[in-house]
């Protein structure tokens, strides 16, 4: 019997904050993004390249760490929604998690999708979807 042997990437999963080997699960029609499936979360993520893997820890390095009740406007914050855009040195609150937040940074990921990079006071720093049309 022919063995098959399956299609992988290193990836850094930001759920599981673990790099794997993933397995291929689809590429784009124009072969512009590349899908992995994460085997730690079970999850779906975009092929992002080591180097801007390295400059978004490096961004995160620089945005500073915890952050304090006190340190962030609440009454002033915007609800979350992945259809919304947002402004780094915003207050988000995300209502699912009951947590509030401020934008530290953006990305721009392969498809032109965006995201915005949150450090939160419970759940760390979290990737959001923004902008989804």
């Given at each position: 019997m022919p063995e098959t042997t399956e299609k992988t990437m290193k990836q850094y999963c930001s759920v599981c904050k673990k790099q794997f080997e993933m397995k291929i699960i689809k590429q784009g029609g124009?072969?512009?993004?590349?899908?992995?499936?994460?085997?730690?979360?079970?999850?779906?993520?975009p092929f992002i390249p080591?180097?801007?893997v390295e400059d978004?820890?490096?961004?995160?390095?620089?945005?500073?760490?915890e952050?304090?009740?006190e340190d962030l406007d609440i009454e002033n914050s915007k609800e979350y929604s992945d259809k919304l855009e947002?402004?780094?040195?915003?207050?988000?609150?995300?209502?699912?998690?009951?947590?509030y937040g401020k934008v530290i940074a953006k990305d721009l990921l392969p498809?032109?999708?965006?995201?915005?990079?949150?450090?939160f006071l419970r759940?760390?720093?979290?990737q959001?979807?923004?902008?989804?049309?």
């Open positions: 124009d072969e512009s993004v590349v899908w992995l499936k994460c085997p730690g979360c079970k999850g779906f993520l080591e180097e801007e978004q820890e490096v961004r995160e390095a620089q945005s500073g760490a952050l304090a009740l947002f402004e780094i040195g915003e207050v988000i609150h995300h209502r699912s998690w009951n947590d498809g032109n999708r965006k995201t915005i990079w949150v450090q759940q760390g720093k979290v959001l979807l923004e902008g989804v049309k």
